[in-house]
């Protein structure tokens, strides 16, 4: 089948998903027309539309799996009101966003599994999902603790000025970050980036709000089947801060695989670009990664 044929045999429709915060996220269903048996969640990075994982999403919808892709509270389509006006935060998205984007992949594809791959935050957050259970198996990219201490210089350096000096300036004269500015993506809702901010100057990210925000959190249960990837010439996700992120999960089997960019014959890849269809065309046994993944699972 040509490749045109096989892009006709997927539905694309957008969706409105509401959040038990009464707040609607915006959403996108890929449906390959033929049963769906596997269907997944992809969870973004902080501040990534879900624009940005089209290419991938569609690519997995080729493959027979059906993909829900969304856009967190205050970020992209789910923006509603004025920024500074939003509440929106990293426990909100991971508590409420997720859980309910969880449900409708699962209204959408009856009679599947339900699988999740997460982007860097929309890994690092599974461990808030109320009904993580229905979740079989988790593929993240880039999902690390992003812990400053841990990092090389001179990012390091960039970093703290991100984090410590410009969140907090901005915060309080804008009432939100406007970190699209410096290059990180959509404009962060206050709330977003201060926990962003909390949590990446202390080790195991979230766990520095264990017994202080977080009273209630399922890090110690989800058990499902994991895989970690990580790439050498990530500054954030680098393999301290992989580890320091999985340590979190006590009961996750983890598969972790850190790679070089050069072994697949592309310049960098680092924290973005996994999902880049660039890099694909160039190394298309990334994306095959996932496919053999799910493929694998029960």
């Known amino acids: 089948m040509e490749k045109s044929d096989i892009a006709n045999q997927i539905e694309t429709y957008s969706l409105s998903i509401m959040t038990d915060r009464n707040q609607a996220l915006a959403a996108t269903v890929y449906r390959p027309k033929e049963d769906v048996k596997t269907a997944v969640m992809i969870a973004p990075a902080t501040g990534i539309k879900r624009q940005f994982y089209h290419n991938f999403a569609n690519f997995l919808a080729e493959n027979g799996f059906g993909v829900l892709t969304f856009d967190n509270e205050g970020i992209g389509e789910s923006l509603s009101s004025d920024l500074a006006k939003c509440d929106a935060s990293l426990i909100s998205w991971g508590r409420h966003d997720m859980p309910a984007v969880l ?30 259970q229905a979740i079989k198996s988790v593929f993240n990219v880039a999902c690390s603790s992003g812990r400053i201490k841990n990092m090389d210089m001179p990012y390091k350096l960039k970093a703290m000025g991100f984090m410590d000096a410009f969140i907090p300036l901005t915060n309080l004269t804008l009432g939100y970050t406007p970190s699209d500015k410096i290059g990180m993506g959509e404009p962060l809702p206050r709330g977003v980036a201060r926990q962003w901010r909390e949590w990446c100057n202390g080790a195991g990210y979230i766990k520095t709000a264990f017994g202080k ?45 850190f790679f070089e960019p050069k072994e697949f014959g592309v310049s960098s890849i680092g924290h973005m670009r996994y999902f880049s269809s660039r890099t694909n065309a160039k190394a298309p046994e990334l994306w095959q990664m996932a496919i053999d993944w799910l493929n694998k699972q029960p």
Do not use: C
């Open 103 to 132: 449900d409708a992949l699962q209204d959408e594809f009856a009679d599947a599994t339900y699988h999740l791959i997460g982007h860097s935050a929309g890994g690092q957050l599974i461990g808030l999902m109320p009904n993580y």
């Open 213 to 257: 925000s977080i009273h209630t959190h399922f890090y110690d249960e989800l058990s499902m089947p994991a895989m970690w990837l990580g790439f050498s010439d990530d500054e954030i996700a680098n393999s301290k801060n992989m580890d320091d992120m999985i340590r979190v999960f006590t009961q996750m089997p983890v598969e972790k695989r």
